[in-house]
């Protein structure tokens, strides 16, 4: 066992901060007069969002470690247009707005690779709950009289899972701790999914509520520099 694997033999507390580039799959809603009209599609464009983690784990000594942590994603606001129709309709129709964020509480496995060196390389894999959160969000009708509708947010409740890869480096006693240990790691979070609500805001234009608000599959691209302190 290297010196950076075994670096952090028992108990630790993990602190995280990075950043998280996200992603908007199958997004789509189910129009006022679905379906008269057809369930539209958006390519949605994600900001890059500030991502936070603290988790509490243990090393067993023999290149495994296990821990739980909750992660933190911040607000990423989204944009973009429609890109198809189901069926095939050639529009335009519109395109869409809003924002995102995202807890997920994840149980998260580790396997540290033996360098003979103060940096050791790990792979990473978690499985949790994810809590996703849309904020108010809006139509934007090329209609003339149309051009803004905005409808309350929503929340979504399910399964997440992660993947990733990184490397540790032996940083030495940290406040008087055991050795402690630098990560700078990359994740792949599936969030699972998010839903707008139907309810136009007061003041926001004339027309039917959706069959079916704004939805989406969230996942992120995390980036990001963490400090295990021996506990």
Known sequence: MSGGAGATS???????LGAAFGSAGDANWLP???????????????????????GIGHDYGSGWRG?????LFGKSDFSGPWSYTIPADPGPHADMEGSVRSAALMANGYRDFESGSALTPFVTFGLGIAHNTMGEWTRINPDAGRERRSFEGGSDTGLAWSIGAGVSWDVGPVMGSAPAML???????DLGS???GT?????SGAGGSPVEGLNFDVTDHVLALGLRIPM
């Open 32 to 54: 006022p007069v679905y379906p008269s009209d057809p369930q539209v599609f958006f390519d949605l464009d994600l900001d890059t969002a500030p991502m936070a983690a603290i």
């Open 194 to 196: 998010v839903s707008g």
């Open 183 to 189: 990560d700078l790691t990359w994740r792949y979070f």
């Open 10 to 16: 028992g108990n630790y507390l993990r602190l995280e």
């Open 67 to 71: 821990e739980v942590s909750l992660n």
């Open 199 to 203: 309810e136009a805001l007061p003041g």
